[in-house]
C-alpha cells in the first residue's frame, strides 16, 4: 500500500465504512460516540481478558 492510498476499515462498534486516516483522531472507529461505547463495554465488564481467578493483595498498608 503507497502512502496516498487510503484503507477502508470497518468501525468495531456500529461496522459503519470508514477511511484509515491520520486525521480521524477516533480510528479504528468511526466516531467519538462509537470510541465511548466500547469504553463504556470494557468499564462494565462485557469484555474480558482471559485468565486465572486474582490472588488476594496480602501486601495491604491498612492499620487495622
Do not use: V
Request: hydrophobic share 20%.
Amino acid at each position: 500500500m503507497t502512502s496516498n492510498q487510503k484503507k477502508n476499515i470497518h468501525c468495531p462498534t456500529c461496522g459503519k465504512q470508514n477511511t484509515w486516516e491520520s486525521d480521524n483522531s477516533f480510528r479504528p472507529f468511526c466516531s467519538e460516540r462509537c470510541k465511548l461505547i466500547d469504553l463504556g463495554e470494557w468499564a462494565g465488564e462485557q469484555y474480558r481478558m482471559p485468565g486465572g481467578p486474582a490472588q488476594p493483595d496480602n501486601n495491604n498498608d491498612d492499620d487495622s
